[in-house]
Nanobody
Framework: MRLTESGGGSVQAGGSLRLSCTAS????????MGWFRHVLGKEREHVAS????????HVVDSVKGRFTISRDNGRNTLYLQMNRLKPEDTAVYYC????????????????????WGQGTQVTVSS
């Protein structure tokens, strides 16, 4: 399954962006998915996850109340709505498949697909 991220950009603090992740195959509908972000010099970190049918979601504390993850299985697309953006949200954002049980245990998920898309850059200025 190939994933393509889009929707990033440059915004001022307090602004909003909606990221999209489009999958190349309909197997997307059978996959729990997650958003990750990476800042150069730091480890890639998990941001949010969603179950295959969207009934379970999880976001990390640093974005809780500001970011919302959703999906449209008919369009093979994953979304991340980001509101009240902060400079510390600046990163390259990626999507990947995640283990479904991590949505129940709330433990940090790991990516299941061996390769990543090109990501989408989000830059938030103060």
């Amino acid at each position: 399954m190939r994933l393509t991220e889009s929707g990033g950009g440059s915004v001022q603090a307090g602004g909003s962006l909606r990221l999209s992740c489009t999958a190349s195959e309909p197997t997307f509908r059978n996959a729990s998915m997650g958003w990750f972000r990476h800042v150069l010099g730091k480890e890639r970190e998990h941001v949010a996850s969603i179950s295959l049918n969207g009934d379970l979601t999880h976001v990390v504390d640093s974005v809780k109340g500001r970011f919302t993850i959703s999906r449209d299985n008919g369009r093979n697309t994953l979304y991340l709505q980001m509101n009240r953006l902060k400079p510390e949200d600046t990163a390259v954002y990626y999507c990947n498949q995640v283990p479904p049980f991590t949505l129940v245990t709330k433990q940090p998920p790991w990516p299941l697909l061996p390769s990543w898309g090109q990501g989408t850059q989000v830059t938030v200025s103060s």
